[in-house]
T-cell receptor, first 115, second 115 residues
């Protein structure tokens, strides 16, 4: 149990376009989902926390208008990178947790390359 | 600000050697502590976690960690490593219950085990 999927696993887009990444909890209901960014050989940096049905809470320094997060259901959260630029190229990872506990289950990540 | 520090960036061991990876955190309140592993090309997996109780925590694959509150430390240990333990290891902390569950990750330690 506690499986989290992400789609797509890898995406290439042109500079100036937008790309949407999906995060799904497959076998449990996720009240809270988290979005992280990981640069090569570096740690995960939390971008934002989203609770089902409410606005996401962004970490300091993360542009909320650039990284749009929607958590419309208990099994799906989406991250849209708007007007992507090469510096947005990174590995984006989501995680999900049930309401009652604090353990986060991580998705496999999405590699975004902006050309 | 709350932070997590992993002392070793890259550790190289031979098979059967003992392993200890250091982790220190800066938050003074109640914390939950985690060690995650990321095998090459795979997603983060939970090795072990500490919420309360016995400060010596046993996890999967023969790993254990000891929470020493006075030292703000949560070091990961394994008595005898295998080649298959080659991976990136992340220590993470979140605040106690009611604090939203945000995980703060350390920088990660790359472990290379030589056969």
């Amino acid at each position: 149990g506690a499986v989290v999927s992400q789609h797509p696993s890898w995406v290439i887009c042109k500079s100036g376009t937008s790309v949407k990444i999906e995060c799904r909890s497959l076998d449990f209901q996720a009240t809270t989902m988290f979005w992280y960014r990981q640069f090569p050989k570096q740690s995960l940096m939390l971008m934002a926390t989203s609770n089902e049905g409410s606005k996401a809470t962004y970490e300091q320094g993360v542009e909320k208008d650039k990284f749009l997060i929607n958590h419309a259901s208990l099994t799906l959260s989406t991250l849209t990178v708007t007007s992507a630029h090469p510096e947005d190229s990174s590995f984006y990872i989501c995680s999900a947790s049930r309401a009652s506990g604090y353990e986060q289950y991580f998705g496999p990540g999405t590699r975004l390359t902006v050309t | 600000a709350q932070s997590v520090s992993q002392h070793n960036h890259h550790v190289i061991l031979s098979e059967a050697a003992s392993l200890e990876l250091g982790c220190n955190y800066s938050y003074g309140g109640t914390v939950n502590l985690f060690w995650y592993v990321q095998y090459p090309g795979q997603h983060l997996q939970l090795l072990l976690k500490y919420f309360s109780g016995d400060p010596l925590v046993k996890g999967i694959k023969g790993f254990e960690a000891e929470f020493i509150k006075s030292k703000f430390s949560f070091n990961l240990r394994k008595p005898s490593v295998q080649w298959s333990d080659t991976a990136e290891y992340f220590c993470a902390v979140n605040k106690g219950r009611g604090q939203g569950g945000k995980l703060i990750f350390g920088q990660g330690t790359e472990l290379s085990v030589k056969p």
